[in-house]
C-alpha cells in the first residue's frame, strides 16, 4: 500500500473508527455529559447554591478526564499482540489511521462532552427549583484568547493519554497518570535543586509588570502545543513500528 496520505481511504477509516467509538464509548459519553445533573441533585438536597464561577471547574473536570480514558476504550487493542491484528490490517496508512485517532480522541470527544454537559447544565439552571444559579457563558474578555488556552490544554492532556494508549499494554489509564505524576515530580525536584522557581517567580513579575497577562499565557500555550505535538508524533512513530 501507498504512504501517501489518501483522503478516500482516510474517509473509510473514519466511518470504521465512528462505528467502534459509539459502539464502545457511546453510553459513557451519555453519562458524561449528564453528570451536571448530580451536582444539582446535591444542590436539592443539601440546599445550596452554585453559580457559574462554582460550575464551570466541574465540566473542565468533566472533560479532561473523559481525555484520559477515551483512548484506551476506543483503540485499546491498537497495541496488543492478537487483538491488534485487525488494527494493523486495516487498508489504511498509519498516518491516515493516526489522524483518525487524533481526530476522535483530542477533537470530537472534548466537544461532545463541553457542549453536552454545558447544554444539560443550561436545562437545570432554567429549572425554578435547585441550586444553580445563573447560565455557564464565555467570557467576553478575550474569547479567542482563552480558546486557544483550552485548545492547547486539551491537546497536551489527549496527546499524553494517546501515547500512553500505544505503549503501555494493561491499565493504560491509570499506568499513563501514574508515570506522568512521576515525571512531574522527579522534574519539580530538579528545578528546586537548581534553584529554578526563584528565578521563574521573578520572571513572571518581570512579565506581569512589562506586558499584560495574556502575553503569559501565550508562551503556556506555546509550551503546551510544542510539548502535544512531540508526544502526537511519538503516538504516530509507534503506530507506524508496532510489531505484532
Known amino acids: ?42 444542590t436539592l438536597v443539601l440546599d445550596f447554591q452554585m453559580d457559574t464561577d462554582s460550575r464551570i471547574p466541574f465540566i473542565g ?35 491516515e489511521q493516526f489522524f483518525s485517532m487524533l481526530l476522535y480522541c483530542s477533537i470530537i470527544t472534548p466537544i461532545i462532552v463541553g457542549l453536552g454537559s454545558w447544554a444539560v447544565d443550561s436545562i437545570l439552571a432554567l429549572l425554578p427549583f435547585g441550586g444553580f444559579v ?18 492547547c490544554s486539551v491537546m497536551l492532556v489527549s496527546s499524553i493519554f494517546m501515547l500512553g494508549n500505544m505503549v503501555f499494554k494493561k491499565r493504560k489509564a491509570g499506568k499513563t497518570i501514574a508515570w506522568s505524576v512521576l515525571v512531574v515530580f522527579v522534574l519539580t525536584m530538579v528545578l528546586q535543586l537548581v534553584h529554578f522557581w526563584e528565578s521563574y517567580d521573578k520572571w513572571v513579575f518581570e512579565i506581569c509588570n512589562r506586558f499584560d497577562g495574556a502575553f503569559l499565557v501565550r508562551i503556556y500555550n506555546a509550551f503546551m502545543l510544542i510539548v ?11 503506530i507506524k513500528t508496532q510489531k505484532y
Open 1 to 42: 500500500m501507498s504512504n501517501t496520505f489518501d483522503f478516500k481511504r482516510f474517509g473509510q477509516v473514519l466511518a470504521k473508527d465512528w462505528k467502534n467509538y459509539f459502539r464502545n464509548f457511546g453510553i459513557s459519553l451519555i453519562v458524561w455529559c449528564t453528570l451536571p445533573v448530580l451536582l444539582w441533585i446535591a
Open 61 to 95: 473536570i468533566f472533560v479532561f478526564t473523559v481525555l484520559m480514558l477515551v483512548p484506551s476504550k476506543i483503540y485499546g487493542n491498537a497495541n496488543l499482540s492478537r487483538e491488534g491484528v485487525s488494527f494493523a490490517m486495516l487498508p489504511a496508512t498509519s498516518a
Open 134 to 151: 445563573g447560565f455557564v457563558s464565555f467570557p467576553s474578555s478575550k474569547p479567542f484568547l482563552l480558546v486557544v488556552l483550552i485548545a
Open 228 to 238: 502535544a505535538i512531540v508526544f502526537y508524533f511519538f503516538t504516530y512513530r509507534k
